[in-house]
T-cell receptor, first 113, second 115 residues
Framework: KAGVTQTPRYLIKTRGQQVTLSCSPISGHRSVSWYQQTPGQGLQFLFEYFSETQRNKGNFPGRFSGRQFSNSRSEMNVSTLELGDSALYLC????????????FGPGTRLLVL | ELKVEQNPLFLSMQEGKNYTIYCNYSTTSDRLYWYRQDPGKSLESLFVLLSNGAVKQEGRLMASLDTKARLSTLHITAAVHDLSATYFCAVDILESGGGADGLTFGKGTHLIIQP
């Protein structure tokens, strides 16, 4: 069974631009969560989607948004990029929102110049 | 606000030795997780602990949970170089509707095991 896939794996953008990251969950998984990992703040929860609905959102500004499609694939978008948005963005999938284990993808490493 | 604290944050140890990583959390949690992350890689799930007194073991790693003390430990027995990695604990709290509120992670313990 294929794992969680994320595209692109690496991305370089400049301040003020926007970016869209994609996540395909494990087949049959319907819940997708996004996390940001930085050296300073560590791993932080961004949001969670289930059945195309955002169930929870972490403490991030409105520039961070996401959506989920009917096939459970998810995208997250960051508008008006700031230097501090440079991070590893991890997507995790699980069977459902209350399921025990989240399986993480390889991540997208974003560098904002 | 749920807070998760791990200690130590950095640990250098020799092969063959035993050591324990500690994870404290601030409020009642429904589930506690341990993950491993190798440099430049994603997170690998190690253990999920669901109830007070839960103990799980895989190879040289053993995790336990004390919900009354709000403490989990990850014990390494007879460490080997391949266990060098960063280890994270994470907790979540189920909403009243049954969904999870996202994982709250500790800062991670960077473990180096030297021959």
């Amino acid at each position: 069974k294929a794992g969680v896939t994320q595209t692109p794996r690496y991305l370089i953008k400049t301040r003020g631009q926007q970016v869209t990251l994609s996540c395909s969950p494990i087949s049959g998984h319907r819940s997708v969560s996004w996390y940001q990992q930085t050296p300073g703040q560590g791993l932080q929860f961004l949001f969670e989607y289930f059945s195309e609905t955002q169930r929870n959102k972490g403490n991030f500004p409105g520039r961070f948004s996401g959506r989920q499609f009917s096939n459970s694939r998810s995208e997250m978008n960051v508008s008006t990029l700031e230097l501090g948005d440079s991070a590893l963005y991890l997507c995790a999938s699980s069977l459902g929102p209350s399921q025990e284990t989240q399986y993480f993808g390889p991540g997208t490493r974003l560098l904002v110049l | 606000e749920l807070k998760v604290e791990q200690n130590p944050l950095f640990l250098s140890m020799q092969e063959g030795k035993n050591y324990t990583i500690y994870c404290n959390y601030s409020t009642t949690s429904d589930r506690l997780y341990w993950y491993r992350q190798d440099p430049g890689k994603s997170l690998e799930s190690l253990f999920v602990l669901l109830s007070n007194g839960a103990v799980k073991q895989e190879g040289r790693l053993m995790a336990s949970l004390d919900t009354k003390a709000r403490l989990s430990t990850l014990h390494i027995t007879a460490a080997v170089h391949d266990l060098s990695a960063t280890y994270f604990c994470a907790v979540d709290i189920l909403e009243s509707g049954g969904g999870a509120d996202g994982l709250t992670f500790g800062k991670g313990t960077h473990l180096i095991i030297q021959p």
